[in-house]
């Protein structure tokens, strides 16, 4: 029965040996294939809001980081002068001019393998400043109901010191 010339099963010589592959979950994740059925998530749109003490600056980019045509505003191009380009409502302005190019952008199809796929936004704020708070409000109110639910990402990028060089000196006036 076993070990016969006809029997299939192995020698009796050396004990039985289980399969010389052991598990990776590494690689099991990299030879499983793709989904079919779930579409492949866009990358988003970028709405960068930049803001000193001295002024607002909003751009609206590809998700390549290219600049989308017509797509940026300072409070300067709003309209304001001197003093007042470091004010609440130049940040609002500016705000409210990106939006509607943003929902523009949302308005036209995007087409990509074939079907539409919906426009999404990721917001990122750097710096300190009353334009900062002014776009957070606007985002808020009536002027972003369009386009707050094509947002999926809010990031501050602002830059914080640790160490560092030492600081200038402080201005007095």
């Given amino acids: 029965m076993w070990g016969g010339e006809d029997s299939a099963a192995p020698p009796l010589d ?3 040996m289980g399969p010389n592959t052991y ?6 994740i990299m030879q499983r294939e793709p989904k079919k059925d779930i579409a492949e998530r866009s990358k988003p749109y970028h709405l960068h809001v930049y803001t000193t003490h001295n002024n607002c600056r909003v751009v609206f980019t590809y998700p390549s980081g290219k600049l989308v045509k017509n797509g940026w505003w300072t409070s300067g191009s709003c309209g304001f002068k001197g003093a007042n380009k470091s004010s609440y409502e130049a940040g609002y302005q500016c705000a409210v001019r990106a939006f509607k190019r943003v929902e523009e952008e949302i308005a036209r199809p995007n087409f990509k393998d074939g079907g539409i796929s919906p426009v999404t936004l990721a917001l990122k704020f750097k710096g300190f400043g009353w334009g900062r708070e002014a776009v957070q409000k606007a985002f808020m109110t009536s002027e972003g109901d369009n386009i707050r639910s094509s947002v999926v990402v809010v990031e501050d990028r602002t830059p914080i010191k640790i160490g560092g060089t030492r600081a ?4 007095r006036l």
């Fill in 168 to 171: 200038k000196k402080a201005r």
């Fill in 14 to 16: 050396k004990p039985p």
């Fill in 23 to 28: 598990y990776n979950p590494i690689t099991a």
